[in-house]
Every structure is written in structure tokens, then in C-alpha cells.
């Protein structure tokens, strides 16, 4: 059974860092793009960041370059998003997804992150 648990979500001040985890399991992890994606209630899904299966590449929204980075380890089955410099248009739900070429995509249940003094 194919799983990712997001977390590390929770409230932040203007300025602050937060780190979100995603544990996977069920698939082979190692063979997947790992990506990070946001939601605003009422707005399209949209990318946040991904890395490529062996963590040699990475890319990133351009709302959050220079702020957040997006990390893996195949070892633990797991994909990290470090954020910093956290913006209060940072707040959304997180999702954890993972693809690879012509195969289904998988999603997590998401994270609330909430960026607010």
C-alpha cells in the first residue's frame, strides 16, 4: 500500500523557518521524482519544488527560490522541504508527490503551513 505522511506543518511568524518531512512507503522510492506542492483554498495546486530520483536535480517555483530547499534521502525513504524567510503568501496546505515517467502519481494528505504574526 502506497503511502506518504507529511510533516512538520504548523504556525510561523513572518520571517520564521519550518521544515516539512514526507515519509514513503509501498513503491520504490529511490526511482521517483520527489516534489513538493502548495494549495491556497480556492486556487489550482501549484509546484513548490522537486528533486530527480537520485537527488542530483532540483527545481524550483521562483516564489521560492532562494528561501526554500528541497532534499532527499533514499536511504530513509524520505524528501524534506526546508523553508526559510517564510512570507505570510507562504501560507497554503503542503503536499508531498511522487511521480516518475508514465507511471501514477501519488499524493500525501498535505501539511497546513500558516505564516502569520
Known amino acids: 500500500q502506497v503511502q506518504l505522511v507529511e510533516s512538520g506543518g504548523g504556525l510561523v511568524q513572518p520571517g520564521g523557518s519550518l521544515r516539512l518531512s514526507c515519509a514513503a512507503s509501498g513503491f520504490t522510492f529511490s526511482t521517483y521524482t520527489m516534489s513538493w506542492y502548495r494549495q491556497v483554498s480556492g486556487k489550482e495546486r501549484e509546484l513548490v519544488a522537486a528533486i530527480g530520483s537520485t537527488g542530483g536535480s532540483t527545481n524550483y517555483a521562483d516564489s521560492v527560490k532562494g528561501r526554500f530547499t528541497i532534499s532527499r534521502d533514499n536511504a530513509k525513504n524520505t524528501v524534506t522541504l526546508q523553508m526559510n524567510i517564510l512570507k505570510p503568501e507562504d501560507t497554503a496546505v503542503y503536499y508531498c508527490?511522487?511521480?516518475?515517467?508514465?507511471?501514477?502519481?501519488?499524493w500525501g494528505k498535505g501539511t497546513l503551513v500558516t505564516v502569520s504574526s
Open positions: 508527490n511522487a511521480r516518475r515517467f508514465l507511471g501514477t502519481p501519488y
